[in-house]
């Protein structure tokens, strides 16, 4: 294997968890990882092996998701033939799991750019400067989403859904 690919290779898990965090579906999930390597493939031409191919797969997989959600934001909603929802819930067994949910459900009600920065710093640990040259922006407005992204969440975390009581 060439460099360009084992390159490639190496960030596969860090952007399918983006992926999903960004989508909140295994399959979109997969199909925007595919998407972004796919056109990180075709334009291999504009790889720069000194760059940083971290911040160049992922500005790729940002800018697919934005015209993604664009595009999709003037069609009509869609229900898949396999619905989990319709699934019986059941309580989860943990207090782990449950706040994991919690913090998740969170996230979500958080505006995309808030969010986005929030799971590139947190969840993928890119350094300001990583996240800026991602999603295009200065840094100073990263710090800045993420500074009103993470007040906002604990805001939610707080007057959320009404805290667990531990029964003794």
């Known amino acids: ?3 360009f ?3 490639l290779e190496r960030w596969i898990p860090n952007l399918r968890r983006y992926a999903r965090a960004l989508t909140r579906d ?3 999930a997969d199909d925007l990882v595919q998407d972004c390597l796919e056109r990180a493939l075709s334009r291999r031409h ?3 092996e000194d760059g940083n191919t971290r911040a160049w797969l992922f500005t790729i997989m940002h800018n697919i998701h934005a015209n993604d959600t664009r595009r999709n934001s003037n069609r009509p909603g869609t229900v898949p033939i396999e619905d989990d929802a319709a699934q019986p819930a059941r309580p989860p067994g943990q207090m782990l799991r449950v706040a994991g949910l919690e913090t998740a459900a969170a996230l979500q009600e958080l505006p995309d750019e808030q969010r986005q920065v929030i799971l590139l710093v947190a969840l993928e640990g890119m350094t300001y400067g990583e996240v800026a040259e991602t999603l295009g922006v200065a840094q100073g407005t990263v710090m800045s989403r ?3 992204g993470r007040e906002r ?3 939610l975390m ?3 859904a009404p805290g667990l009581r531990i029964v003794k």
């Open 46 to 48: 504009l790889w720069n």
């Open 1 to 3: 294997m060439d460099l």
């Open 146 to 148: 993420l500074s009103r």
């Open 5 to 7: 690919c084992d390159s």
């Open 153 to 155: 969440l604990r805001r």
């Open 26 to 28: 295994r399959e979109q």
């Open 158 to 160: 707080e007057d959320g």
